[in-house]
């Protein structure tokens, strides 16, 4: 498994990589989910590169860029093992040079729920997208579902700028308890991990509610609720949308997605999960 | 020369061309200076590209967009007779279908001049230049020396995003008393088309000045007089900037350029000049 931390490094290797290539975008401290994302991208691919970037532009001023967790020798022992033939991992100023000023701006599904919690965060989140994948321009890039709107994001982007490859988007991840994995699980404490998959427990039953025919009003109220039912929870948002759009629904007849965001202590952790399926 | 009117006929017929390929964007109504740009476009590639496409987002609410000059018959005679391969010239609605909500922003270079009279303006060209990147993925794109600031733009933008192509910059094609080539001269009645000329007068007196040694405040003052002087011409903006960043210079020691636009009754046309070459 090669180490490449330069962008001209990068283009210079990828001509030489046998087709079709895989790419896997992270922000490091692997977890299970990733590895999923790893595993499949090994499936499809000749070649598979994984980037390893904490990504500044995506973190608002009070958020936790400085803090985000870091264990790089860690994550490329995982990559290793699970068949990554390249990491790539850049310095900051190497994607973002003093000069830098242009973005990549998504309007309309990034305007609700985590467009609205964390302004400027998928401004962020599509312009390093773009980057990458101008830069290592895979065949296929790998996202998991458990990030929903991102992942809307980026296929709109894809979409609306002609780019040249395929969204692959992998089935969430979850801990024996239903906790989605993810990076930010580490900040948790015993107590808060403890409460944790209530995020679950309301997604759960929203599904049931769906499959009983109950309206998506019904369901809403339902899983703020069950949030609400868990002391140490403190519930941000609770939303059912299309999963295209993100954009509130009524009717549950079409592609329905449930989403929320809770609250412990300072950590905000967030999962979603389709009730049409 | 083929004609291709879609988005994903031009990606499979550019599967099959051989490289490197070489991209003229236009908005047609085409005039020396595109041919010009295809010239140069024919002599370093194997394949020439020439897109035709009056972009809907590049024109503001009160701008020419309805009553922009077309020809596509005579656009395509004078293209095949400079050895174009192909034209690419799609409907508005293949560029932005009803749902487009993505779009390349790129600040600083498009604060001042053309981005502060065209609000939105570089908005919409850096998107569409962005979007026939990835669907032609040229191994180089053409421009006209006379946009320099859109030129500055495309040139950030590429740089920025890492995208996969080189910008090639082409000297401005003149009219035999100095006009620069554009469009919008076919808009002048006679009275302006002879008044026009000014705008080429005020560069060459600037550029006279630079090689005395006079400072850029002095330059400045004396081509505002200068197109003052015309009565048909009335002075929209004079500058002497940085031609990578488009910041106002006060020192005319290193890289400088003077530009200027100025406005015949209706029509607005732009023009600039390298001070230090």
Redesign the interface.
Known sequence: MEIVRE?DAL?ARRATWPGPVGLVPTMGYLHEGHVELVRRARAENATVVVSIFVNPTQFGPSEDYGRYPRAFERDCAMLEAAGTDAVFSPAPAAMYPE???????????TSRLEGASRPGHFRGV??VC??LF??V?PTRAYFGQKDAQQVAVIQ??V??????LDIVVVPTVREADGLAMSSRNSYLSAEHRAAAPVLYRALTVARAMRREGRDANAIRLKMAEVVRAEPLAVLDYVSIVNPS?FEETESLNGPSLAVLAVRFGATRLIDNMRLDE
Chains 1, 2 share one sequence.
């Open positions: 962008v283009k000069t830098f000023s242009s973005w990549v701006v998504v309007e309309g599904v599509a312009t773009n980057k101008n830069i321009n709109r982007m979409r609306d700028l002609n780019m040249n759009t």
